[in-house]
């Protein structure tokens, strides 16, 4: 879960500039499983861009694939970090402090996007706005590969968090896009062992 409250809370004292002062609980030092197997099996392709980079294990992986990978966030903490561990694996990638709802501006284009628990963060309007940038920005024919908090999580303290449903997924992606999977899936969390109840959603572009 890598950058979960940036958005639902970045006007807030705690906002964006605070949340990696100290290990948030999403950021486990590594790829999450789900897009490590993205990764194996060769369905991340061309340009990567990671939303919600947080500190970058996403990003750094694509680029030990040899993929021409960026990582956007508005937590100058986490960016600062993600830049740290590019250098120390001597990694080629790019980190922007930059607003997922303004993907568009970017004036870029991409053919893989990566999306580890920023999804989940967004109210309605926060949530059309990304989509709307989102579909600008990918090729057709690219991938969006989602992990987002599910519906099927109960309890625990998540209050940035939108517990999303399947229909809500397919309803934000009717237009320009084709939804080719949703499937149950996990997020790693480091205080519990078992993991967030999510879904995982492939995308393409049409």
């Known amino acids: 879960m890598t950058a979960s409250p940036h958005y639902s809370r970045s006007h807030r004292p705690g906002g964006p500039g605070d949340l990696y002062r100290s290990p ?4 486990i030092g590594r790829p999450q499983g789900v897009f490590r197997a993205l990764a194996d099996a060769g369905a ?8 919600g980079c947080g500190t970058g294990e ?17 937590a100058s ?19 922007l ?29 926060d949530r059309a706005a990304f989509v ?20 099927r999580q109960s309890g625990g303290d998540w ?21 080719d999977s949703i499937e149950p899936a996990t997020i790693e969390i480091t205080p519990d062992p078992d993991g967030v109840r999510a879904w995982f959603a492939a995308l393409t572009r049409i």
């Not at 991340?44 to 939303?51: K, Y």
């Not at 920005?137 to 992990?147: A, E, K, Q, S, T």
């Not at 517990?163 to 939804?179: H, K, L, N, S």
Request: include cysteine; glycine fraction near 8%; aromatic fraction near 10%.
């Open 24 to 27: 948030p609980p999403w950021d």
């Open 44 to 51: 991340i392709r061309g340009r990567v861009l990671d939303v």
């Open 132 to 151: 709307q940038g989102l579909r600008i920005v990918v090729n057709p024919g690219g991938r969006y590969f989602m992990l987002c908090f599910g519906d």
């Open 159 to 179: 209050p940035w968090v939108h517990r999303v449903t399947q229909t809500e997924i397919t309803t934000a992606f009717a237009d320009g896009w084709r939804v």
């Open 77 to 95: 903490a986490a960016l600062h970090r993600a830049e740290e561990k590019a250098r120390e694996r001597e990694r080629s990638a790019r980190f």
């Open 58 to 74: 996403h990003v750094l992986m694509c680029a030990g694939l040899g993929l021409d990978a960026t990582g956007v966030d508005l």
């Open 97 to 125: 402090r930059h607003d997922a709802r303004k993907l568009a501006e970017l004036d870029e284009s991409f053919d893989t996007v990566l999306d580890c628990g920023l999804f989940h963060s967004f109210d309605t309007d």
